[in-house]
């Protein structure tokens, strides 16, 4: 089973920095303990092994007698000597590793001695007996009684040790955080940007300050902004000088068939007539919906809602709009009532009765407002909840005479609100029927 991965680079930038970063701290602290323990361990027995060098030294410059009579000066600080041979059942020879065996091999090449070991019931650890030959075949006997042979390794507390290993931890990982941040910032801002751009094409350039590398994506991300506004501009100036130019002919075509004496073929003329010319106040509408972006203003919803349930009532249609808390959005009226309105007469349309729902998402600077108008049809295969906002685009059940329209209500309404920071969505309801959930910025 493979260890999930974090999803964004600056996750994944931090994990790798900290992860890198606390192994190599604990690698280095731990080779730093044990070399110190090593340098420390080394320089006490080579300390050692010269005191013992310089008292056989100064040994072998005396008399027997005179050594008889200083023995008992030499060495008190740490060092006990004797001129008696010490024979003991309990001694061990030591081990020719042991660094106080290199250390008096080293500071004295041409003397023979031997390290031997007596274990001590009372102690934790055995004493030290050091045995030298003098140069007239004398020996003396070292004792080492406070060094034991082979000291440990004095760690750090386990708790003293986590402490300052989390301690750099920190720090590192503060350090990382903050380069990890300043290194993906620019891909942040570039994404809202991006996203921006989705819900407005007029909005205003990226800035483009900063390192070289963020300051030429930037200029790209301004350039590419700037064609896709001049080719949607394009693409809505000519929808409307056509769907424009399209009604003096069609208006012409009009006055010709009140000409036409077959009744039967006149009504049947008259209705593709009546069709193209809502094909063109379609197209019109959907190339000022493309352009509307006037000002947003406080807008109370509830009011609104009744309005329009009692405008479709009038035309013998049934709204439901239940009674709730007054909820106020930021939004232009008239845009706000054309996009719901379209979305009310489409659940009529198709669903014979609508219900709308009013609900207020958390409070704050991000609070949403939902309007969910549901109706009572078929609803929609799961593959078309998102393709009927696009433009022109109609499902089967909406080509037949009878519902029939231009495709461009849909794609109307979510540019309509896109133009004033809301959104449309679709969903089928569990019960049955289509569920439009239209979301803005509550006050």
Same mark, same amino acid.
């Given at each position: 089973?493979?260890?999930?991965?974090?999803?964004?680079?600056?996750?994944? $930038?931090?994990?790798?920095?900290?992860?890198?970063?606390?192994?190599?701290?604990?690698?280095?602290?731990?080779?730093?303990?044990?070399?110190?323990?090593?340098?420390?361990?080394?320089?006490?027995?080579?300390?050692?092994?010269?005191?013992? !060098?310089?008292?056989?030294?100064?040994?072998?410059?005396?008399?027997?007698?005179?050594?008889?009579?200083?023995?008992?000066?030499?060495?008190?600080?740490?060092?006990?000597?004797?001129?008696?041979?010490?024979?003991?059942?309990?001694?061990?020879?030591?081990?020719?590793?042991?660094?106080?065996?290199?250390?008096?091999?080293?500071?004295?090449?041409?003397?023979?001695?031997?390290?031997?070991?007596?274990?001590?019931?009372?102690?934790?650890?055995?004493?030290?007996?050091?045995?030298?030959?003098?140069?007239?075949?004398?020996?003396?006997?070292?004792?080492?009684?406070?060094?034991?042979?082979?000291?440990?390794?004095?760690?750090?507390?386990?708790?003293?040790?986590?402490?300052? $290993?989390?301690?750099?931890?920190?720090?590192?990982?503060?350090?990382?955080?903050?380069?990890? =941040?300043?290194?993906?910032?620019?891909?942040?801002?570039?994404?809202?940007?991006? =996203?921006?751009?989705?819900?407005?094409?007029?909005?205003?350039?990226?800035?483009?300050?900063?390192?070289?590398?963020?300051?030429?994506?930037?200029?790209?991300?301004?350039?590419?902004?700037?064609?896709?506004?001049?080719?949607?501009?394009?693409?809505? =100036?000519?929808?409307? !000088?056509?769907?424009?130019?399209?009604?003096?002919?069609?208006?012409?075509?009009?006055?010709? !068939?009140?000409?036409?004496?077959?009744?039967?073929?006149?009504?049947?003329?008259?209705?593709?007539?009546?069709?193209?010319?809502?094909?063109?106040?379609?197209?019109?509408?959907?190339?000022?919906?493309?352009?509307?972006? !006037?000002?947003?203003?406080?807008?109370?919803?509830?009011?609104?809602?009744?309005?329009?349930?009692?405008?479709?009532?009038?035309?013998?249609?049934?709204?439901?709009?239940?009674?709730?808390?007054?909820?106020?959005?930021?939004?232009?009226?008239?845009?706000?009532?054309?996009?719901?309105?379209?979305?009310?007469?489409?659940?009529?349309?198709?669903?014979?009765?609508?219900?709308?729902? $009013?609900?207020?998402?958390?409070?704050?600077?991000?609070?949403?407002?939902?309007?969910?108008?549901?109706?009572?049809?078929?609803?929609?295969?799961?593959?078309?909840?998102?393709?009927?906002?696009?433009?022109?685009?109609?499902?089967?059940?909406?080509?037949?005479?009878?519902?029939?329209?231009?495709?461009?209500?849909?794609?109307?309404?979510?540019?309509?609100?896109?133009?004033?920071?809301?959104?449309?969505?679709?969903?089928?309801?569990?019960?049955?029927?289509?569920?439009?959930?239209?979301?803005?910025?509550?006050?």
């Amino acid at each position: 089973m493979k260890m999930p991965w974090p999803r964004s680079l600056f996750a994944r $930038l931090m994990l790798i920095w900290l992860v890198g970063m606390t192994l190599v701290l604990a690698v280095s602290l731990a080779l730093f303990v044990g070399e110190r323990e090593r340098i420390g361990r080394s320089a006490l027995f080579e300390g050692i092994a010269q005191e013992i !060098a310089a008292a056989a030294d100064l040994l072998d410059r005396m008399s027997p007698p005179e050594r008889e009579r200083w023995i008992d000066e030499f060495g008190r600080r740490r060092l006990r000597l004797s001129l008696r041979p010490v024979s003991d059942d309990r001694l061990r020879s030591l081990a020719a590793d042991h660094p106080l065996h290199l250390a008096l091999r080293t500071a004295m090449p041409d003397r023979p001695f031997s390290i031997l070991t007596v274990s001590r019931g009372d102690r934790p650890h055995p004493m030290l007996l050091v045995s030298l030959q003098l140069r007239d075949g004398g020996h003396v006997q070292v004792r080492l009684p406070n060094i034991p042979p082979a000291p440990p390794l004095h760690t750090p507390q386990p708790g003293r040790l986590f402490a300052a $290993l989390a301690a750099l931890v920190v720090g590192v990982g503060l350090l990382t955080w903050l380069a990890v =941040r300043l290194a993906t910032r620019p891909l942040s801002r570039m994404a809202a940007a991006a =996203r921006a751009l989705g819900e407005d094409p007029a909005r205003a350039p990226m800035d483009t300050r900063g390192p070289t590398e963020v300051a030429q994506a930037a200029t790209a991300f301004n350039q590419m902004q700037q064609r896709i506004a001049e080719h949607v501009t394009e693409r809505t =100036r000519i929808l409307a !000088a056509i769907s424009h130019d399209l009604q003096t002919p069609i208006t012409r075509l009009r006055l010709r !068939a009140e000409m036409v004496e077959d009744e039967a073929l006149r009504s049947r003329i008259q209705s593709d007539l009546d069709a193209m010319q809502g094909l063109v106040r379609e197209g019109l509408a959907y190339a000022r919906s493309l352009d509307e972006r !006037a000002p947003a203003q406080a807008v109370e919803l509830l009011p609104l809602l009744h309005a329009l349930a009692e405008d479709a009532r009038d035309m013998g249609w049934t709204v439901n709009v239940p009674d709730s808390p007054c909820v106020r959005v930021e939004a232009n009226p008239s845009a706000l009532r054309r996009a719901l309105w379209n979305l009310i007469e489409n659940g009529i349309k198709f669903g014979g009765t609508v219900d709308i729902a $009013l609900t207020r998402h958390p409070s704050g600077a991000s609070a949403r407002v939902a309007i969910a108008i549901r109706d009572h049809g078929p609803g929609l295969p799961e593959a078309e909840l998102e393709k009927v906002f696009e433009a022109f685009y109609r499902t089967e059940a909406s080509r037949n005479r009878e519902t029939g329209g231009t495709g461009l209500g849909l794609a109307i309404t979510r540019n309509l609100l896109q133009g004033q920071g809301g959104e449309v969505s679709l969903h089928n309801h569990p019960d049955g029927g289509l569920v439009a959930t239209v979301a803005l910025r509550a006050l």
